[in-house]
DNA sequence: AAAAACCGTTATTAGATGTAACGATCCACC
DNA sequence: GGTGGATCGTTACATCTAATAACGGTTTTT
């Protein structure tokens, strides 16, 4: 094996290492104001289209129905959501924010732009515009939804 | 809110989105090859560091000793890696590689190729050195380890 | 009107992770 | 040279998370 002239040698797991960093480091700025990644994920589905039901935002986080009950429990346990009785049908609730909870939405937002500094400190911001062109193309070329994020369930542990 | 006219918004998130995805599909092409990422993160520092010790293994791959131990079992099991007696601490391990271990080592390279290849896709040869070169300066800059992934533990589901 | 599909919830199962404790051994120090 | 503290691998445990299946209540279909 020579020294590895590869410019592009470890790209994928480069891609991987980074970007658990990063999600790491998220959760760690979140858990002061009292959240999880998911709750962050939750509340901007629910401003950006108020008024669905739970199954609906499931599936627009690629999260369980069973998992979303803890977690709007939570949310709502703070005063952020409020689940109010769909008028179309009985069985189902329609998630809408609250004042409060476009304020903490806010803030997530907020402590987003703080960590996305931090993360991006090595690069210039032409650099940047590239990177998030680059991801872009990968998140389209890979079939991945924009915005939705593959959650990390069980997956193991370190790489090669 | 504008039309985001920001090119690197969500650029913390993006990074997020495709670490985990890749690192989501790396450990779907080793499954039919019976590793877990682990594994193979396991197999690459021993071939590197031969006859060291669990503990020490587990320093450089940032994973607690207890944890090691089944991996290392799994391991054993198929004959890729030898637990000798170190003679100079009987307490201790000295690990190696067997020939065994050595070709699924290889095996395990092939298979991260073509993961890459195909995360990669989107990106010319050219904006592959790039992206590799920025990942790198942000790996350097955060003080992340180079060749140790963060490892996905507890870290909540989704992101905003 | 009856059966099938659907919503949110709960219970259960299964898996993983970090902490603590154990026997055995090594090392430092008196 | 012996004693106490630290270290190595292991086991046991407590915690936490996530997916599956089942439930009551409701809607839709036929």
Redesign the interface.
């Known amino acids: 094996m020579p020294s590895s002239p590869d410019?592009?040698?470890?790209?994928?797991?480069?891609?991987?290492?980074?970007?658990?960093?990063?999600?790491?480091r998220?959760?760690e700025r979140l858990e002061p104001l009292g959240f999880?990644?998911?709750h962050?994920?939750?509340?901007?589905v629910v401003r950006d289209a108020d008024g669905l039901s739970q199954q609906a935002l499931g599936e627009a986080?690629?999260?369980f129905p069973s998992?979303l009950v803890g977690?709007i429990d939570e949310i709502e346990g703070k005063g952020l959501i409020e689940r109010r009785n769909s008028p179309a049908d009985r069985r189902a609730y329609a998630l809408y924010l609250t004042a409060a909870g476009r304020d903490a939405?806010q803030a997530?937002?907020e402590t987003?732009r703080e960590?996305?500094a931090s993360?991006?400190?090595?690069?210039s911001?032409e650099?940047?515009?590239?990177?998030?062109?680059?991801?872009?193309?990968?998140?389209?070329?890979?079939g991945?939804a924009a915005?939705?994020?593959?959650?990390?369930g069980r997956?193991?542990?370190?790489?090669?």
């Open positions: 410019p592009a040698a470890g790209l994928a797991f480069l891609l991987s290492q980074v970007g658990a960093h990063s999600s790491a998220f959760a999880k990644p998911a962050a994920g939750i509340l901007r986080l690629g999260v998992r977690l939405l997530v937002g987003s960590h996305q993360i991006c400190a090595a690069m911001d650099e940047r515009a590239q990177l998030a062109d680059m991801l872009r193309r990968i998140v389209a070329e890979q991945l915005g939705v994020h593959p959650g990390f997956m193991g542990g370190e790489p090669m």
